[in-house]
């Protein structure tokens, strides 16, 4: 591993060398009443803390694992092992870089040694694996299907249901690694409270999601949604990486913790409308089946081009056309889960389907009628084969000698494709040039 030995740390605590010298009684003074100030640093994680994060993986791993084969004799820790590599692998590893870096910009000079720097990134490993157990958790509890562009751990065949407990295990190697590298500081017990208190915020605020899944959007609040970005994603995700870091700079003073709880909570709060108005108001995808037709595909452009145009988007939003088969991994990632597809009338208005819902199935069966509403919406009778055809068009065609079919496309007509030859939809202009043989009159000689 390459550890720098050097940090420029923009703080205004620190002491450039020009400076002159403070009392030691003043400096320990003031390390104990330290108040945040304000950093000058890029957000952007630079590739290179990214790689000596991520470098530290395998000892995390071969920890966690020899601790896991004093009572796992058959399969020697293995099993965790493949949790832990498969579930906190992946992702930016925002969290746990911040961890690390927070520590390098708010330690003191003499504290940024190769060891408190190792113990830094160690404290940042128990962050991300606090990370993989909330998604780990949260992908059985969603239904979801992928994670990071891979099945979710508990859609592999020999997990299943399993991936609760696996859950559980990545929650309790967090504490095996606080314990064998931290217990002996002062600020072990900490720590510990800090997770504890994540763990349990974090806790609550997925329940609350879950239960107003199914909250009526009239009844859904903005104080509601404050409540559930604050406690499932803003607590975890921005406060805790720097308060661990905080307490291992050996910072006390509480006006510092409540100055950045403060502060960090708005920040990830307004990560987190960010987030959601980019998934609400960003690009719409306008899927095609494989035997879609061009009637079909163009009411569905416009129906797409009306939902685009009720709201305001972002300039850069755009609609994206993708066919069965072709998508790609942007579309993969937002409806790989998605398999569900509804009969759905697509000479309809947007302002149609937002009163009724698209699926007109369900619509009918609400409605106060005799009527067999849901019949209209069947699927159309499969039609006959080639062959059966031919034989029709040679037993009543006779005389047909030879046939062209035309549609009307943009004014103008363009030939039927023979794929849709014996397919007529509504609203469609069809012509069709036929030649016959006429036999001349017969000699009575």
């Known amino acids: 591993r390459c550890i720098t030995t050097s940090s420029e740390v923009n703080n205004s605590d620190y002491l450039k060398k020009n400076d002159a010298p403070e009392k030691a009684t003043e400096g320990r003074a003031r390390k104990a009443t330290r108040t945040l100030s304000t950093i000058q640093y890029s957000p952007a994680l630079s590739k290179d803390k990214s790689r ?4 530290y993986f395998p000892d995390i791993v071969r920890e966690l694992k020899d601790k896991a084969k004093q009572f796992d004799y058959r399969e020697d820790g293995k099993h965790f092992a493949r949790v832990l590599q498969y579930n906190a692998q992946g992702g930016k ?11 390098e910009l708010i330690a003191a000079k003499s504290d940024l040694t190769e060891e408190n720097r ?3 990134i160690y404290l940042g490993w128990c962050v991300e694996l606090l990370q993989a157990l909330f998604l780990l958790m949260d992908d059985i509890m969603d239904g979801s299907t992928t994670r990071r562009g891979q099945l979710c751990w508990y859609k592999q065949e020999d997990v299943q249901l399993s991936a609760v407990n696996d859950g559980l295990m990545i929650e309790a190697g967090i504490y095996q690694i606080l314990k064998k590298h931290f217990s002996h500081l002062d600020c072990y017990v900490k720590l510990l409270e800090l997770f504890h208190e994540m763990t349990f915020i974090t806790t609550m605020g997925q329940h609350l999601d879950t239960r107003s899944a199914n909250v009526d959007i009239l009844n859904f609040t903005m104080e509601l949604y404050k409540t559930i970005v604050l406690n499932k994603t803003a607590w ?5 990486p720097v308060a661990a870091a905080m307490h291992l700079a050996g910072y006390k003073d509480d006006e510092a913790f409540r100055q950045a709880r403060t502060i960090l909570l708005e920040i990830g709060y307004f990560f987190q409308i960010q987030d959601d108005f980019l ?8 899927w095609f089946g494989k035997k879609s037709t061009r009637l079909v595909r163009a009411a569905a452009i416009k129906l797409s081009q009306e939902l685009f145009s009720m709201i305001h988007r972002p300039e850069h939003a755009l609609v994206t056309r993708v066919q069965e088969g072709t998508e790609t991994q942007v579309f993969k990632s937002k409806f790989i889960g998605w398999d569900e597809i509804i009969a759905v009338d697509f000479t309809r208005t947007a302002q149609s389907v937002a009163k009724t819902g698209a699926d007109l199935t ?7 009628t005799k009527a067999d509403l849901a019949a209209l919406f069947m699927p159309r009778q499969a039609a006959m ?9 040679e037993d009543w065609n006779y005389d047909l000698e030879a046939m062209e079919s035309f549609v009307l496309e943009n ?3 363009v030939r039927l494709p023979e794929e849709e030859l014996g397919h007529f939809y509504t609203e469609e202009c069809y012509v069709f040039l036929c030649r016959y043989c006429v036999p001349g009159d017969e000699d009575d000689d």
């Open 385 to 393: 084969t080639l062959t059966e055809a031919t034989q029709l068009e």
């Open 52 to 55: 000596e994060f991520m470098s």
């Open 279 to 286: 998934d609400c108001y960003g690009d719409l995808f306008v």
């Open 118 to 120: 190792r113990l830094a």
């Open 93 to 103: 590893k925002n969290r746990g870089v911040t961890t690390a870096q927070t520590f």
């Open 236 to 240: 975890y995700s921005f406060y805790m």
């Open 411 to 413: 004014k103008k007509f």
């Open 362 to 368: 369900k619509w009918a069966k609400k409605q106060d």
